[in-house]
């Protein structure tokens, strides 16, 4: 094989691993399967050394990393479970936004209800360039559209999400996709191929050339004059195919006929037989020339290797095969036999009974390179060390400053991207996207779930350990605003290039924060994916994204009517603070709004303060004597004072006693502060339930109004009429787009 192809597919040095492993060369299809087996995207091979620091148990985890979606008990009673994952659909989105994003929905879709459970809630985390440009307008707008298209088809609700607007995303935009379903303890299904002899059965849509070599394309970087020829990589998707496929498969369950059974995804055919396979210690062969083909003269390379989503491979029970089939059949899937489960632990594919390929398994996944990618601390780190904030000059019109931040792509609501979303289908959703975490019901019981995304990337990019623990401590504190106790994460880490010794570094001090707030915070990590290499050659430079460790964390209401809001909910209610402002800018929106850009050292978090925090205010939220609740996050304080009186259009009058320059004290982002309102007659109560906790609380205002006031030291300083800052916060993004 000449030394073109190979290294189309693999490094030199691997190649010559995989010579040695084997004892020979392998020939071109095995090649392909070695390609997307020793991916960065399938093998974690730069990144696995570094993930089992991440705590993965707790009493209430079911089912932790290594299956298709990881798994929390909900209700111990009635043994509910939740599966849920979050996954990267990058380069894909950039290169195809409609087609990318809207592939990336199913996906994950698939990962849930391959588990046994069924989907009733998706989310997002947009990361995407500056608006000025007219490209990531259409990007934007391309993004948007995929995930709408396919949630609302497919009839799953899209609850709620985050978006993010930086110039590190210009040419490489981040779509990140979860889903979350439910499912009774006694019926979740594993992808663990059992049972020599068992049929391996082949169900659902066609296979094509569309998506072959996906998972190699996520797992290296482009230049964006590639950007055309990388289409034929990306997917394409059919909604309404998944919906029956989701049935088709959650009614196959039920047959008690299915021994193993997985998704398709990245590496298709490839990454779901091996897998299962490595699960179960078992071989597996298949006759390729019997996969349903929508394309004429596919071959042994292609179909091992497309990417064509809506389809599934099944581990059947011997003499079940055609109830099985049957099943699929009866909701218009294709559904046939393809292979067989072997004793010998191997790979063994057969083209018209010829055998094509052959390897063993632990070839393909144990033997897969581990690499330990050197990393150093980047040289901007100790220059942000010098940063001097009393350069910036204090503005004169703090008014216009309030509303240029709210009406910040970033800040200003995000109503024209979910309004196209249906977060209502199924009928679970209680809390709508827009507040801090999204609240669904569990039918049947008293049970609800909460669910926050969150990462402030520009947080990891100044400090990344201290940013990696404020992404877990901020999706957390998200989900205990909305009443509920924070249970576990699942995350998507989106990083550079790990070839470079300070994109490592980042890498490694994220998840080093990540791991020390999941170990304090009782949130385990129970699932996840690494999607390296985001970054796009532009000219002669790179370009990186900001180290950009996505978390959701899912939470367990005990009572769904005890769920809170943001919103102020009556006039004359008594606005409290909880937690302490010290008035840091670092990496704020703020600052990026008067420089142009972030710099400074971030900002720290005090994990073992948060975790008071947090366990405080759901057990005064239980106690009922919390109207509303907000974390204060990006614009700080003022922005989040405004935020809360838009739901109800109820102004508020604040009056701050810090000594701390006005505008740090405003807008400045430090983390473990919390917006409370309770009624008058509970302000005693809830002053002296926080003193018990040792956590600092201060009466600062009182809901009211028509405007929106805050003064510093009885000097006034902003006074705006919340219908006026509602406008601007809610149009803006439009108006961009």
């Known amino acids: 094989m000449d030394k073109k192809t190979i290294e189309s597919h693999v490094p030199m040095e691997e190649y010559k691993k995989i010579v040695k492993l084997l004892g020979r060369e392998p020939n071109l299809v095995e090649l392909g399967i070695f390609s997307a087996m020793w991916s960065e995207h399938c093998s974690y091979k730069s990144s696995r050394a570094h993930l089992s620091k991440f705590p993965t148990k707790a009493p209430w985890v079911v089912q932790g990393p290594g299956e298709n979606a990881g798994i929390i008990m909900i209700d111990e009673e009635k043994e509910i479970c939740a599966a849920f994952k979050v996954e990267s659909h990058n380069h894909p989105s950039f290169i195809e936004p409609f087609n990318g994003a809207a592939t990336g929905v199913g996906g994950i879709l698939r990962d849930v209800f391959t588990m046994g459970a069924r989907p009733i809630a998706c989310m997002n985390s947009l990361r995407f360039g500056e608006l000025d440009d007219p490209k990531m307008k259409y990007i934007v707008k391309g993004v948007v559209s995929g995930i709408s298209h396919y949630g609302n088809c ?67 970087e482009f230049s964006s004059e590639e950007e055309v020829e990388k289409k034929v990589n990306v997917q394409v998707g059919d909604p309404f195919v998944e919906k029956l496929l989701i049935e088709a498969c959650l009614e196959a369950m039920e047959t008690d006929g299915i021994v193993a059974i997985q998704d398709m995804g990245a590496a298709g055919l490839t990454s779901s037989s091996v897998e299962m396979a490595s699960r179960g210690n078992v071989g597996i062969k298949l006759e390729l020339d019997k996969v349903p083909t929508r394309e004429e003269g596919m071959t042994p390379y292609e179909i091992m290797l497309s990417e064509s989503q809506e389809r599934m491979l099944v581990v059947c029970e011997k003499g ?91 800040i200003a609501s995000k109503r024209w991207i979910y309004q196209q979303y249906d977060h209502m289908v199924q009928i679970n959703t209680t809390v709508y996207p827009g507040s801090d975490a999204s609240v669904l019901r569990v039918k049947g019981t008293e049970k609800g779930i909460a669910i926050s995304s969150d990462c402030n990337s520009r947080y990891c990019y100044l400090n990344p350990y201290e940013g990696g623990k404020i992404a877990v401590a901020e999706a957390a504190r998200n989900v205990a605003c909305s ?43 129970v699932s996840g994916n690494v999607s390296f290499y985001n970054e796009t050659v532009v000219g002669n430079k790179k370009r990186a994204i900001y180290p950009t460790p996505t978390v959701v964390c899912v939470g367990v209401l005990e009572n769904i009517n005890n769920r809170m809001t943001k919103d102020f909910k009556n006039e004359g209610d008594i606005i409290i603070l909880l937690g302490e402002n010290t008035g840091n800018i670092s990496g704020s929106e703020y600052q990026k709004l008067i420089e142009g850009k972030i710099k400074g050292p971030g900002r720290t978090i005090d994990l073992t303060f948060e975790k008071n925090l947090q366990k405080s205010l759901v057990e005064a939220i239980s ?47 430090e983390q473990s502060r919390i917006i409370i309102t309770v009624s008058p007659e509970y302000v005693d109560e ?6 018990k906790k040792t956590i600092p609380a201060k009466v600062i205002g009182k809901t009211g109004g028509q405007n929106g006031r805050i003064l510093h030291k009885n000097k006034e300083i902003i006074d705006i009429p919340i219908t006026e800052a509602q406008t601007v916060y809610e149009q803006s993004l439009e108006e961009k787009l």
């Open 623 to 669: 106690k009922g004597f919390i109207k509303s609740a907000h974390d204060i996050s990006e614009g700080g304080l003022a922005v989040t004072l405004f935020e809360s009186a838009f739901g109800n259009k109820i102004g508020f009058e604040v009056n701050l006693e810090d000594d701390i320059r006005t505008d740090f004290l405003l807008f400045g982002e």
């Open 320 to 410: 079940k095969e055609d109830k099985i089939m049957n099943v699929f059949k009866k909701w218009g899937l294709d559904a046939c036999i393809i292979g067989e489960i072997i004793e010998e632990p191997v790979i063994k594919l057969l083209w018209h009974g010829d055998k094509v390929a052959e390897l063993p398994i632990d070839i393909l996944t144990e033997e897969s390179p581990v690499y330990y990618r050197p990393f150093k601390m980047p040289s901007y780190i100790k220059e942000n060390m010098k940063y001097d904030p009393e350069i910036i000059k204090e503005p004169e019109d703090y008014n216009e400053i309030t509303k240029k931040l709210l009406s910040s792509p970033t």
């Open 154 to 220: 497919v009839g799953v609700p899209t609850v709620g999400g985050e978006v993010y607007f930086d110039s590190c995303y210009q040419t490489n935009p981040l779509v990140n996709a979860f889903a979350l379903g439910l499912v009774e303890k006694n019926k979740i299904f594993y992808a663990k191929a059992a049972g020599v002899g068992n049929p391996v059965i082949y169900v659902g849509s066609k296979t094509g050339r569309d998506g072959i070599h996906g998972a190699t394309m996520a797992s290296e």
């Open 686 to 691: 809830a002053l002296e339930f926080f003193k």
């Open 483 to 525: 009443g509920a106790t924070p249970r576990a994460i699942t995350d998507c880490l989106n990083f550079g290039s790990p070839e470079d010794p300070e994109i490592m570094w980042q890498f490694v001090k994220c998840t080093d924060g990540m791991a020390d707030a999941c170990k304090i915070l009782e949130t385990p990590v």
